[in-house]
């Protein structure tokens, strides 16, 4: 009981009641009626202000025992107390009205024994729209008022959103209290800091009472242009009224962030309909309408969008255009105020003009200090933000992204800008798991004085029960905690491609350690145990964190697969990914389009496999077959042939790319791979599902406009890669090199391409030369081969990168270069005499660690050596070759190494994978060194251990000695 007095003091102002308090209800009873107007004039907004009397008649009931009976005025006993809701006739008799009260202002009175709770409400101003009744439409000042004397003084709280967009729903928390009192004199009234704050839309109840306002009237829709001129409408039609991209009127698709469509903005047909729709929106009692772009907005490449206004930035250009389409709609409708979006290209302070000659609203996307700065020099009619906090196209996906501390400040932060209008994207993404924050944000943007740990209490109070609050408060400030200590960019500008983000994967490994996640799930767990059944935030909040759960499972499966590649960690990645799927799949969700209907905010089974959007996607291992990831290193033998005729390539195995992410795992895309003497030969097929772009390509232009062919070569330390489309000529190539591609490295290759029948049929010839070296007989070369349709709609390859990325070696099969004669032993070329010299004196093949400056080259009669001894402090002191050494699985390789000095010294043999990690650390021979040097020879054979790719050899000095190594041999046998 000590609990739930604590919660009632937390948004409340009275406690137990004093001498004078007004008792609403006690013991099972009360005296009051709740009384609302007899007609506001409008019906929805009657239905709204009673259902704030419902609100009140429902949480006295459940807190108290207590039925206070609901009436229209008319029906109300005189002389009985009440609680008089809205506009009542009560009300201006008593000297107190909402008239004069801005939007969403609103109060409580006490007036002897009557308290008045009213506010400004105001109806659908639009005389046509798609959902009349919604009630993001209505201004509900007075139900504003009745949820804020419920928290005050009948111990309620709106503690979870809900799908149910109009009326009473779980989500409204009542706790027993055996007396229900308010102050004989209290006064309460509050205007709002922001009439629009979007959270998202959790509900009625929920958004009236967190401070989740809605601006009727105002049509905050930055991407104006999509609205008005609808892709599927006007395409089929009008092909002419969207952008002009490498030669074709852009029809734009995309599975996973849905249809983003591009306009031919001079077409003078294009600004009418713009502005058309923008004049029925004011007729259709619009007060105000936003222009701005398409998202993801792509310039039309036309000759008159290229001319427009006379200036080459596309961001001008739509300042230009909508300035003067804001103009236009000032003349024609007065009384309407026009926006203009801030965002993407037009995320930056117009040149052209220093300010409007109509009333502008700047809808900014998101808020900057410098954006501000600018502005201010405008003369605005106001500001409107949006916010990028959290979201499933963040790092965070379908988790909680910003705790508390963050919050507060951010909240802090926008309170201080001219800002009065919000679009909180993303703020719903997992709404049960995001529970404390979701229902904190409203309340701190109107006050960020609140304490927070107050509010995380008061709800799991409600939330959950007194006996279970504990464990969902030890649950909650252990995510908060993780929020806080890695924590994503809050307002990061997503059209800004040239910024790296962290990817999905760094961040769920910092933030969502094993034994983190492990101690989450015992307090949820604990908590859940003390919970009644039927609370019915439990199951979409359990259903989240095991998503969760199993994708920060997954995320540490495929770090330890990096770590320590085997076959053993690999099977354990295909378990996590498996599992995941499993749990995706088995989620209850619409049959119509796959929307989850437990927790997730009616997201799609296809982004929850993804992991989000944008930065949200993992992408690699995570959109993979898990049968895929359990194969191991794909490999095949190259058939030697004297060219595309020859009949041996019906030796040549016929080789099915593997599908990734969400592609077709039925396809017939396929290539099969030989060698000459000069060149790597393959043939490929893939089908056609669409018309090839006739479309001039420059070479290492973009080519991904077409299905694309692409070709990956490891030989050394770097990677080739050599792509094509069907088109003749199209050519793409780039050297890759720790992980930079640069596509100014070119070479030459050739590809020859046709279609019969709906199927691409490909030759493509790489000479060796262009792959840096000729492989010798019996050697393997890690390649990939990936195939590819345009949008990345789909995509296969024929080893799975764990990372998704074509280019990461964790996906590179093997492929082997005819037989090795047995008996026949070859040298490996690796400066064994120190010859190979950079200009600053430093060994080419070789470098001392740590310290490559304490090494020392010397003579041994005619030939160089090299003298270094232990560095001091160090935890070791070893002189590497650089360059990795080629070895197979079936191959041995033979070191000898001559020495001397005084002390003692070893033979370091060991493999890394693609990433430099090491795999296999072996140590070799132990020297006991003298003056005479001595030569010593070891063999090791290459261990079939999974991403053991490079050899590598190490002399290491023992403290207190010195090394001199005269020469070092490697020969494979």
């Known amino acids: 009981m000590n609990r739930i007095l604590t919660a009632l003091v937390i948004l409340s102002t009275c406690g137990l009641a004093q001498a004078a308090d007004l008792i609403i209800a006690q013991s099972n009873h009360t005296d009051y009626q709740i009384v609302v107007p007899d007609a506001v004039g409008d019906e929805q907004l009657q239905a709204y202000v009673e259902l704030g009397g419902k609100v009140l008649q429902t949480a006295i009931r459940k807190a108290a025992g207590a039925s206070a009976p609901l009436v229209r005025e008319v029906d109300c006993v005189p002389g009985k107390p009440a609680l008089f809701i809205g506009n009542t006739a009560a009300l201006q008799k008593a000297g107190l009205s909402s008239d004069a009260f801005e939007p969403w202002e609103h109060a409580i009175a006490v007036r002897g024994q ?18 009349p009744k919604y009630f993001i439409h209505y201004t509900n000042g007075t139900l504003k008022a009745a949820c804020v004397f419920a928290e005050k003084f009948l111990n309620t709280r709106f503690v979870i959103p809900s799908h149910n967009a109009y009326g009473e729903h779980d989500g409204v928390r009542t706790l027993p209290q055996a007396q229900l009192s308010v102050p004989d004199h209290f006064s309460y009234s509050r205007k709002v800091r922001f009439r629009h704050c979007d959270g998202d839309k959790g509900g009625l109840l929920f958004s009236v009472a967190n401070d989740y306002a809605f601006d009727c009237g105002a049509a905050y829709q930055v991407h104006y242009h999509a609205y008005a001129i609808p892709q599927d409408e006007y395409y089929p039609q009008h092909p002419e009224y969207f952008a002009l991209r490498n030669g074709k009127r852009l029809y734009h698709r995309d599975p996973v962030h849905g249809a983003r469509p591009q306009y031919c903005l001079s077409n003078p047909a294009v600004q009418e309909l713009i502005y058309q729709n923008a004049l029925q929106r004011a007729d259709d009692g619009y007060k105000v309408i936003e222009f701005g772009q398409s ?16 200036v080459s930035d596309w961001g001008e250009k739509l300042w230009l255009l909508h300035r003067d389409l804001a103009v236009r709609l000032h003349q024609e409708r007065p009384g309407v105020t026009t926006a203009i979006a801030c965002y993407g290209p037009t995320h930056q302070l117009p040149q052209a003009f220093t300010k409007f000659s109509v009333p502008m609203i700047i809808d900014c996307a998101p808020v900057t200090d410098e954006l501000l700065a600018g502005w201010q020099k405008f003369a605005l009619l106001g500001m409107a933000a949006w916010t990028y906090y959290t979201g499933s196209y963040k790092a965070c996906g379908f988790s909680p992204g910003i705790g508390f501390a963050e919050m507060k400040a951010e909240a802090g932060k926008m309170r201080a800008t001219p800002v009065t209008s919000l679009y909180n994207c993303g703020l719903k993404n997992v709404s049960s798991l995001n529970g404390p924050w979701y229902y904190a944000y409203g309340r701190l943007l109107e006050n960020p004085a609140l304490d ?11 939330a959950f029960g007194e006996p279970a609050a504990p464990h969902f408060e030890r649950f909650f400030r252990l995510l908060d905690a993780r929020m806080d200590q890695h924590r994503m960019s809050a307002n990061e500008d997503y059209n800004d491609f040239s910024k790296k983000r962290q990817s999905a994967l760094d961040f769920w ?6 034994e983190v996640v492990a101690e989450l799930g015992r307090h949820l767990t604990a908590g859940a145990e003390l919970c009644e059944e039927s609370n019915s935030l439990l199951p979409p909040l359990t259903a989240e964190f095991e998503y969760l759960s199993r994708t920060a499972r997954v995320c540490h499966a495929i770090q330890a697969m990096h770590d320590q590649p085997s076959d053993t960690t690999r099977e354990k990645l295909a378990d996590a990914v498996e599992a995941r799927n499993d749990f995706i799949a088995a989620l209850p969700a619409r049959e ?14 296809l982004h929850l496999r993804l992991g989000g959007s944008m930065a949200g996607i993992f992408g690699g291992a995570f959109n993979c077959d898990p049968q895929a990831l359990r194969l191991k290193v794909p490999s095949l033998a190259a058939v030697r042939v004297k060219d595309f005729a020859d009949p041996a390539w019906a030796q040549a195995p016929v080789v099915r790319v593997q599908a990734l992410k969400n592609s077709d795992p039925a396809t017939e895309a396929s290539f099969q791979l030989a060698y000459t003497d000069a060149a790597l030969l393959l043939k490929m097929l893939a089908p056609l599902p669409e018309p090839v772009e006739q479309t001039t390509v420059l070479p290492d232009g973009n080519l991904w406009n077409n299905a694309v062919w692409e070709v990956f070569v490891a030989t050394g330390a770097d990677i080739r890669q050599f792509v094509f489309n069907p088109l003749a000529d199209s050519r793409f190539d780039a050297c890759i090199q720790a992980g930079r591609h640069d596509a100014k490295w070119n070479t030459s290759w050739s590809q020859q391409s046709s279609i019969r029948n709906g199927k691409w049929q490909a030759e493509l010839t790489i000479p060796f030369a262009a792959c840096s070296r000729t492989p010798e007989a019996g050697e393997r070369w890690a390649m990939q081969i990936a195939h590819s349709t345009p949008g990345a709609k789909s995509l296969y390859a024929w080893g799975i990168p764990l990372s998704g990325s074509f280019a990461d070696l964790s996906g590179f099969g093997k492929v082997k270069f005819g037989d090795r004669p047995k008996g026949v032993t070859r040298a490996i070329d690796i400066d064994g005499d120190f010859s190979a010299v950079r200009s600053d004196g430093s060994l080419v093949h070789w470098v001392l660690r740590p310290n490559p400056q304490a090494l020392e ?10 003298k270094f001894s232990y560095v001091p402090g160090s935890d070791y002191t070893g002189l590497y070759s650089i360059p990795s050494i080629p070895l197979e699985t079936d191959e041995t390789a033979v070191i000898k190494v001559r020495i001397r000095g005084a002390g003692n010294a070893s033979l370091g043999l060991g493999w890394k994978d693609a990433g430099g990690k090491w795999v296999v650390n072996a140590g070799g021979e132990k020297y006991a060194l003298s003056d005479q040097a001595q030569e010593y020879t070891t063999e090791i054979i290459r261990p079939e251990v999974f991403g053991a790719e490079r050899f590598y050899v190490t002399v290491f000095v023992a403290k207190d000695s010195i090394v001199v190594v005269e020469s070092i041999a490697v020969s494979i046998k």
Request: charged share 20%; glycine share 8%; aromatic share 14%.
């Open 857 to 866: 080259r010397v003579t041994a009669g005619t030939q160089t050596a090299v």
């Open 509 to 514: 490994l910092l933030r969502y350690p094993p």
């Open 295 to 310: 998202d993801g907005f792509l310039g039309c490449e036309c000759a008159n969008c290229t001319a427009m206004y006379g």
């Open 452 to 462: 927070t740990d107050r509010l995380l209490a008061d709800y799991c109070l409600f």
């Open 592 to 605: 119509s389009d796959q929307r989850i209907t437990l927790g997730f905010q009616f997201a799609q089974k």
């Open 114 to 131: 009557d308290i008045y709770i009213y506010g400004r409400d105001l109806a659908n101003p639009f005389r046509k729209t798609m959902y």
